[in-house]
């Protein structure tokens, strides 16, 4: 009511009942808080003030009373993990992060959302000291706190030891009510609930405002009911700004035997002339509107990005326990080392390294081209097997496809609360909650793998794509890549996928040909550390290759074939089951005396880093290039001249058929191909011109 709009109302906190601070300090440091995010929202002249206003005690109390963290090593294993879920609270964050040390300093503040700043509009986790994954997009973070508590709790029931607790921390995440409305939120709670995650810590910022205004609009569900019934512990706070109850709530918490949230009711802009009002939401409050602010909380309204040196010598004070907590720890890390050389030294090498163990490749299967004709999806399974025996941090599993996908791990169990040391995820029917969780997988330090059809990555893509922007390593093994998954028709054949994934940045999508080039996929995805990998892989069985090998697809595309050595009449270029389709085209126009290369290209984004010269000796200037692939022909311009795609949905039918329907078949490549031959020398000559075929994009010095 009136009382909550009131913005004269001062600041009260009551009931401080600790020895390191009084209620007068904790106003100090709040105000101190309220008054440095409102001075950067307002000098980028951007940003959202109304979360930081609301959440600024419940921050304090974290990050200076609970929270174990060192400044000086933001990196240290056992860490409490802070997700901001809803990221675009992010001045609190960056405020939080400076008043206790982190590499922000007062300049980085004034600079937020600027060009080339470390304090962007919404968090980076590769961007910003401390903050730990990407957010933005609502309840991502809540997924990926998720995953950073499903590695904890691996990570501990395999290294901990008795009298030996090296990872005992806990995953914090602030949320609000636009986190909770998300779809991803609730599939990541309710296998949280059902795994059982003690350590993970929800706060939900109650303030019962969105960018439309009320909630009572569109969101009046009993949020503590719906967690109690996924399982999780419920906790109530009624007054945000009761710091005492706060702590106290909280500290409850950590003893919890399942995952908690804690409800914490808040007003939006708190103390602004905007408070519980969608004004404050997502717009500067203007310069009067801070004056104002500043003044119901008994600061001076003139003085901006002032930190009182009481309240910076308080947080550094935290600051200091949390690098004697650190220095402790390291300590212990020593005593384990003496007595668990080897736990120790794979720890290191997970945790703080970040490297893979040595000599890994020699698990890694061979093939030949006399092997068995298998899916790339079968071969997926078996090079997925042998690789986790010697990688012991490749942890993941399936969207409720493990028997399709081939992703089931023979050499562990499942991940379950009561067996918290098992590496096979059962993700259940939740492919966003998956590729989220997976993204805090990534962040703590696990090789996560995560499994579907490859037309379902589409459910995931909110987080395979903020998986891209933060360069978090996760391998997407996506099965069932073409039409020709067959009977189950277009709503499962992925058409437009493809070249989605290939326009994304820092994403690397692979479609092998073969079991080789299979192996090779997996050596990239597991080599790249900047970025997220796609494994397209396909159901039908496919014919093994002369001449691939696991190196060449590094290289993006290669020659495969070629009828005889001189320069080529026409290049097919093809990736995946389409190779051996145009291998077989190739040998029938060789026969009508057409010279024809096959370029096997299971990745564009490798081919496109490899040099101009390797891309021109792959694809020579002048000869014409004919694309083959079952999906959309969007993106492959750059590569050829004509193409041989996907220009529809598919349809149900046995995948033979559909091949036939849809101009698949040797001798509908051989007809386009003449046809193709035909045309552009007509053209040619037409115009008068030596060659009617331009210059393709790959060819290009600058691409």
């Not at 980085?108 to 401390?130: C, M, N, V, W, Y």
């Not at 001798?667 to 386009?672: I, K, Q, W």
């Amino acid at each position: 009511g009136t009382n909550r709009r009131s913005f004269t109302a001062k600041l009260i906190v009551v009931n401080i009942v600790k020895k390191m601070a009084d209620s007068k300090q904790d106003e100090k440091c709040i105000t101190a808080i309220r008054c440095l995010s409102i001075d950067m929202i307002q000098k980028a002249n951007s940003g959202h003030p109304g979360m930081p206003l609301g959440m600024a005690p419940v921050a304090h109390v974290l990050f200076s009373r609970i929270m174990k963290f060192a400044s000086s090593n933001s990196n240290w294993p056992n860490r409490d993990r802070f997700v901001l879920s809803n990221g675009h609270g992010c001045a609190l964050l960056y405020t939080m992060l400076h008043l206790c040390g982190f590499n922000i300093s007062m300049a980085d503040l004034k600079d937020f959302r600027q060009l080339g700043s470390i304090t962007p509009g919404h968090p980076e986790a590769h961007e910003t000291d401390g903050v730990e994954v990407s957010t933005g997009p609502l309840g991502q973070g809540i997924a990926n706190a998720v995953g950073m508590a499903i590695a904890q709790a691996h990570s501990a029931s395999r290294f901990n030891k008795p009298d030996h607790q090296i990872l005992n921390h806990k995953v914090f995440v602030f949320c609000g009510d636009g986190c909770l409305q998300e779809g991803v939120a609730s599939e990541a709670a309710s296998l949280a609930g059902h795994l059982r995650l003690k350590d993970l810590i929800l706060i939900y910022d109650d303030n019962r405002i969105t960018i439309d205004g009320s909630t009572d609009m569109s969101f009046s569900e009993d949020v503590p009911a719906r967690f109690r019934a996924y399982g999780w512990n419920t906790l109530e706070i009624a007054d945000g700004n009761d710091v005492s109850r706060v702590e106290t709530v909280i500290r409850s918490a950590l003893d919890a035997d399942r995952p908690t949230i804690i409800s914490l009711k808040t007003i939006i802009g708190f103390g602004s002339p905007k408070a519980d009002t969608a004004g404050a939401h997502g717009s500067p409050l203007g310069v009067e509107n801070v004056r104002i602010t500043k003044k119901a909380f008994n600061t001076n309204p003139d003085a901006h990005f002032d930190v009182p040196n009481d309240v910076r010598q308080y947080y550094e004070e935290a600051s200091k326990r949390g690098t004697e907590l650190e220095q402790n720890w390291q300590k212990q890390f020593a005593d384990y080392k003496k007595a668990f050389p080897t736990e120790a030294a794979e720890f290191r090498r997970i945790f703080i390294d970040r490297s893979l163990p040595k000599n890994w490749k020699d698990c890694l299967p061979k093939y030949s081209v006399d092997s068995p004709s298998v899916a790339t999806r079968v071969t997926s399974g078996e090079v997925l097997n042998a690789l986790a025996k010697v990688i012991p941090e490749l942890i993941g599993g399936s969207a409720d496809l493990s028997p399709s996908n081939k992703t089931e791990l023979k050499c562990s169990h499942d991940f379950q609360w009561n067996s918290p040391d098992g590496r096979y995820l059962r993700y259940g029917v939740r492919e966003f909650g998956m590729a989220a969780i997976g993204n805090g997988l990534s962040a703590y330090g696990l090789i996560p793998f995560a499994a579907t059809f490859l037309n379902f990555i589409t459910y995931s893509w909110g987080a395979v794509r903020l998986g891209a922007l933060s360069q978090a390593r996760q391998i997407y093994i996506m099965t069932h890549d073409s039409i020709c998954l067959g009977e189950d028709g277009p709503t499962h054949q992925p058409i437009e996928v493809l070249p989605l994934c290939r326009a994304t940045p820092n994403l690397v999508a692979i479609r092998p040909a073969d079991c080789n080039e299979t192996v090779g996929a997996y050596i990239i995805a597991l080599e790249r550390s900047n970025g997220p990998t796609v494994l397209c892989l396909s159901r039908q069985n496919l014919p093994n290759l002369k001449a691939s090998t696991p190196e060449a697809v590094a290289k993006g595309a290669y020659v495969v074939q070629q009828t005889v050595e001189d320069k080529p009449d026409l290049v097919l270029i093809a990736s995946g089951s389409e190779v051996g389709l145009a291998c077989d085209a190739a040998a029938e126009l060789g026969q009508s005396s057409i010279n024809v290369r096959v370029v096997s290209c299971p990745s564009h984004d490798l081919f496109l880093e490899q040099s101009t010269d390797y891309r021109r000796s792959v694809l020579p200037i002048g000869v014409p290039v004919i694309s083959i692939e079952i999906s959309s022909t969007f993106g492959w311009s750059g590569f050829a001249h004509h193409h041989i795609g996907m220009r529809s949905f598919g349809a149900s039918a046995p995948a033979k058929d559909l091949l036939k329907k849809f101009g698949f078949t040797i001798n509908d490549v051989v007809t386009r191909s003449k046809q193709f031959l035909q045309d552009s020398q007509s053209l040619a000559s037409e115009l008068k011109l030596h060659s009617s075929l331009g210059v393709l994009e790959c060819q290009y010095d600058s691409i």
